[in-house]
């Protein structure tokens, strides 16, 4: 639980696979997390992310009928977005669109996630940040510092570093 909240972080989940869904629901409770509501394709999942009490949205990059539109229409409402990425091939796309997290990363990993995605807030995207004005901006060089993670050629590990990193 992030220490300025007295309550867990409340999280929209829709990863599709029911095994997948059956774990996280099971152990992000016990980072502070609080599964809030579920979903099963991209079109609930924009309409759930409408209502009061989401805090962050934790979805599956694969969901059924999720695309860059509704990731986009998702900043656009203010909820910050983790994306769990099987194919690691799209994630220098997705990063510019929400946080990304491999789909193999343990729980811990992905609650740490979550609860960053929360911190930071909507308008940051990837492990560098997409930062959309000047004040979160200033607000952001008070947090630490940004370490960024890149190479010449596709699936090197970048994304690993980056999670170890954080």
Known sequence: MSAERAVPVRVLLAVGGREFERRLTHELPAAGLQIAARCLDGPS????????????????????????????????????????????????????????????????VIATAVLQAEANGPG??????????????????????VIAVASGKGAPGKTTLALAIA
Do not use: K, M, Q
């Open 124 to 145: 940051y995207a990837g492990f560098s940040g997409i930062i959309p004005n000047a004040e979160e901006r200033d607000e952001h060089r008070e947090r630490g510092r």
């Open 45 to 108: 999942l924009l309409d759930r992310a409408r209502e009061p009490g989401i805090d962050v949205v934790l979805a599956a990059a694969d969901l059924h009928r999720l695309d860059d539109t509704t990731l986009v229409a998702l900043r656009e409402r203010r909820r910050p977005v983790v994306l769990l990425v099987a194919d690691l091939s799209d994630t220098e796309r997705l990063a510019a669109l929400a946080s990304v997290v491999p789909a193999a990363a343990s729980s811990a």
